[in-house]
């Protein structure tokens, strides 16, 4: 076999391969061997027919189609492992010479997982932000506790910014309802900015049982495009204030919180809260930081083909979030304030980046000789296992030798991801 590489880009390549009479010989024996078992020949049962008989029998186009086929088949991977190259997917092949018994030509072309020049990964120059816990965070916690704690108690008088009211309100724009716009019985917390501008203010000062208008303006960058910089006019009916009394942050709420002698106590265990899920996620914006910064000094291409699988997953997870809210994909993205095309245009971006970051991990794995051991897989499969006992699903799924090995894959980059954190402290 015999085989010449012409790149067509960084990430495609079409191989030309020519086999002799020796190649074609083996894969002539086996195309006889194939098509021996499916010829009817008196005197012997279907599947049991001497080859050299059923030669005779075979019709001479249906032998040599066959021959050429499996020596496709047998001999297409070999020549892009020979010259090196990884097929991202099976390649397509095109038979451009045929002389049986004596000659076959063939081109493949492919993706492929394409050269990586890795930049300096050791100095990458990005600094892991530091931990730092203030009183104001503290504080902020107490406050959710303390509201969360408060009572609520039923008041005839006018409402007040630090209420809770019950309203029903329908929102109309040009005269008519719109999508969204409309509630019975909702609670809102006034001052908590769930609303648009104005409509939580606009309540302000009116008692139970009021009913009023409010004419309010949708922000220019509001999620929603037919609502952005809209005039709306809000009707809304006032059913319920109610005043909420939060309890003062002292050794007694403490105490309600959970198994604190005192509020110092409380507040020490907060500080150690804030401060370990401060730096998982410090280190997961470091990681994050880490892996552009090595994709910005290194050169990778980035095979459309893998592009578009990351695209794909972009838009089943988005349509799957669409579909448990009742909605299509085009609404969904429509409330983010996006088009077709302007989602297409980001998620492609955003695939791009994903798919540079993953081949330039793959490099530095291999360049370091970052491995994950099958004993290590087998422990994070019994962890799984006993995460997921109650889901048969799941548990069928991590019997998969194809999750097996995706198993694999997020350690290895997870076990190099670290490393990258270890080089660059």
Known sequence: MKTKVKKLSDSRVEITVTLDSKDLTSAAEKALDKLAKEV??????????PTEVAKKFIPENDLNAETADIAVRTTIITAFMENSKQPLALPGANITKYVPGEVLEYTAT????????????????????EVKITEKDIQGVLDNLAQSFAE???????????????????GKKDGKAFEGGSAKDYRLGLGSGTFIPGFEDGIVGHEPGDKFELELTFPKDYGVKDLAGAKTTF???????????????NDELAKKVGPFEDLKALKEDIKKNLSAQTERQNTENFKNDLVEA???????????????????????????????????????????????????KKAREIATQRVKGSLVLQNLANAEKI?????????????????????????????????????????????????????NK
Request: charged share 40%; aromatic share 4%.
């Open 40 to 49: 009817r020949v008196e005197g012997f049962r279907k599947g049991k027919v």
């Open 110 to 129: 492919a993706d492929i997982i394409p050269e990586v020049k890795l930049g300096d990964y050791k100095k990458l120059g990005v600094k892991m932000k």
């Open 152 to 170: 609520k108690k039923v008041t005839k008088r006018a409402a007040k910014l630090t209420d809770e009211v019950i309203i029903d309100f329908v």
């Open 235 to 249: 009707e809304v009916l006032l059913k319920q204030v109610n005043e909420v009394v939060k309890p003062e942050i």
């Open 294 to 344: 090595l994709v910005k000094k290194s050169t990778v291409p980035a095979p459309e083909i893998l592009i578009d699988d990351q695209m794909r997953m972009m838009r089943d997870d988005v349509t799957r979030n669409a579909t448990s809210n009742g909605v299509t994909f085009e609404e969904y993205i429509a409330r983010a304030g996006e088009t077709a095309e302007s989602w297409e």
């Open 371 to 423: 491995s994950v051991s099958d004993d290590e897989v087998a422990e994070k499969i019994a962890e799984l296992k006993e995460v997921y006992k109650r889901s048969p699903e799941a548990l069928k799924s991590i019997k998969d030798p194809n999750v097996k090995m995706d198993i694999k894959n997020r350690m290895t980059i997870e076990k190099t991801l670290d490393y990258l954190v270890s080089v």
